[in-house]
């Protein structure tokens, strides 16, 4: 009797109807990324059917700068982070994703290797989408193709903008941005209207705002001692904290 009740258990977790549901879930969640949002659950169901779900542990590396690539992924949970780096090993940060962004879509697109690296910060999953499925939809559907213009232009303006910022500011006054910055997605994060002129906590290592702001750790270990003395922030293991808001501005203003 136990048998056929693990017969039938089994047939209902991977039965039809169930890679059904699961296929109607994938197509509600993919009405929330952006690239498909001008879409109905219903016209994404074939698509939905086409994605491979995976987990990643913290710190797995999805793929290396310059693989060959064969597939895309849309994050479900999680966040991932895309850098790049140098002959020497040092990294650049470009982007840091959430649930509903996707990457990996260049190397599709451009039948080239990948741009840059994608490492699991928190663990992850991801909904993987091979190239063939993803072009033979794209044919079938120009407001997808519209959405993935609007998606590559705006990580080309975001990339102007860092450009900019590596060209003409000196490291402490990026750091200041990039603090700047992660403290107003702390505040977005807490549901806070706004920053507020009191201690702000940020959970960041120095190599990590190194990776971001562009500059090597003993550079932004210099920025941060010389921000510690004029009162304008504190730091312990692993942690920032902003005390001083409105000095902080002024120094990103420079
Ligand atoms: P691909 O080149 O296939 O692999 C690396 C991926 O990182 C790339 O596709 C994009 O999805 C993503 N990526 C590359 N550059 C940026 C950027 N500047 N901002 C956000 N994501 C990026």
Request: proline share 4%; with cysteine.
């Amino acid at each position: 009797m136990y048998a056929s009740l693990r017969i039938a258990w089994h047939k209902e977790i991977s039965g039809p109807g169930v890679i059904i549901s699961v296929i109607m879930v994938n197509a509600d969640f993919l009405v929330t990324v952006p690239i498909f949002s001008n879409l109905e659950p219903d016209d994404l169901l074939p698509l939905a059917g086409k994605l491979h779900r995976r987990g990643y542990q913290k710190g797995e590396v999805i793929f290396h700068q310059d693989d060959p690539a064969d597939r895309m992924h849309i994050i479900v949970g999680g966040t991932i982070r895309i850098s790049i780096t140098s002959d020497d090993g040092r990294e650049k940060d470009l982007a840091v994703l959430q649930a509903g962004e996707c990457f990996g879509e260049m190397a599709l697109l451009d039948g080239s290797n990948r741009s840059a690296t994608a490492t699991v910060v928190d663990p992850a999953q991801t909904l993987a989408l091979y190239r063939e499925d993803f072009m033979d939809f794209l044919k079938g559907h120009p407001e997808v193709v519209a959405q993935t213009t609007r998606l590559l232009t705006s990580r080309l303006r975001s990339v102007n903008l860092m450009l900019g910022d590596l060209a003409f500011l000196d490291v402490p006054t990026r750091m200041a941005k990039q603090l700047l910055d992660l403290a107003q997605a702390y505040a977005d994060d807490s549901g806070q209207n706004g920053l507020q002129n009191k201690p702000i906590e940020l959970p960041m290592g120095q190599d990590q705002l190194a990776r971001l702001v562009g500059a090597s750790r003993e550079t932004i270990s210099r920025a941060l001692s010389s921000y510690r003395r004029l009162g304008i922030l504190s730091t312990s293991h692993r942690r920032i904290t902003i005390l001083d808001l409105e000095a902080l501005e002024r120094m990103a203003s420079f």
